[in-house]
């Protein structure tokens, strides 16, 4: 059994990231990621300029790759008060559709290499981590989990977070709407949640809100929780009513848990949604999950 130096659990930005930055001193890196690239994410696709120096070190330029400048910010409350304002710092639209795969294929030249298998178990012995994976097993000295918000290889870890009921849930979507401006990343509050809206690299709208089960479960589905809830905010009831949905059907992640995780589990260094989660709200998610 080959012993690689690095292995990742997860091809999402925190565990990409993690390779092209680990590659880059010549490590034996090898990365575990259930999906093949590219595919979506469920996501705010919105991402602070503050993490584009880095990125560049990395060799990854999102503006020379078509992704949105955003520099104007507005949000509402349920009722439709409104405030705007410009973004000091700025961020970029671009899609995890765009940018995972961009960052996978950055890592494949740089000679990581990738394992598309889900990860069941992972054990420490003798200094030296076992993974297994679809009946295979692979060995490292050091692991990194990036595998994301939840999996259940929490639970084999023992984490107390996995063992609990969550309350909040995720729904994406991306849109044609020809009005909504494309510098502009919006947040508008809903009952029992609230929704962002800023364009991707392809021109289309993405459109992710978070909700609370709670609010959710009185609908029982997507759209009647869309045309009752959602739509109680007069821009989201406009965006809705004239914006096409590009994905057949809306993309969901419930059981989103917000308490303090351990940042070592079992000698497991953890990175990303897997060490900790901020709330959406910030907007800052996907530039904390890259550093």
């Given amino acids: 059994m080959k ?3 690095i292995i ?3 091809g999402g ?3 990409l990231t993690a390779a092209l930055d680990l590659a880059r001193y010549g490590h ?3 990365l575990f990621e259930t999906n093949r690239f590219p595919h979506h994410k469920v996501c705010g696709e919105y991402i602070s300029n503050e993490i584009q120096p880095y990125l560049k070190k990395l060799g990854i330029d999102l503006l020379a790759e078509g992704a949105i400048d955003i520099t104007d910010f507005e949000i509402s409350t349920r009722n439709g008060y409104t405030v705007s304002t410009k973004l000091p710092l700025g961020g970029i639209g671009i899609s995890r559709y765009a940018l995972d795969n ?3 294929q950055k890592a494949v030249h740089q000679k990581v290499r990738f394992f598309f298998s889900k990860v069941s178990g992972v054990s420490f012995k003798d200094n030296l981590f076992t993974i297994t994976a679809n009946g295979e097993s692979y060995a490292a000295k050091v692991v990194i989990g990036a595998y994301g918000k939840r999996s259940a ?3 084999s870890l023992g984490r107390d977070f996995s063992f609990k009921k969550q309350g909040w849930l995720a729904v994406k979507g991306h849109f044609e709407h020809a009005k909504f401006p494309q510098n502009k990343v919006a947040l508008h509050n809903f009952d029992g949640g609230y929704g962002g809206l800023s364009r991707t690299e392809d021109g289309k709208v993405n459109f992710c809100y978070l909700t609370s089960y709670k609010s959710f479960k009185k609908q029982g589905d997507i759209d009647t929780f869309n045309k009752k809830v959602v739509s109680g905010n007069s821009y989201l009831k406009e965006f809705l009513d004239e914006a096409r949905p590009v994905f057949k059907n809306p993309m969901s992640i419930a059981q989103i848990a917000f308490q303090e995780k351990d940042p070592i589990v079992n000698h497991i260094i953890m990175c990303g949604d897997t060490a900790g989660l901020i709330h959406p ?3 800052n998610g996907m530039a904390m999950a890259i550093h």
């Fill in 3 to 5: 012993v690689h130096d």
């Fill in 102 to 104: 961009l960052m996978y």
């Fill in 28 to 30: 034996d890196i090898a």
């Fill in 153 to 155: 290889l929490d639970k």
């Fill in 8 to 10: 990742i659990i997860g």
């Fill in 13 to 15: 930005l925190a565990g």
């Fill in 281 to 283: 709200l910030c907007g």
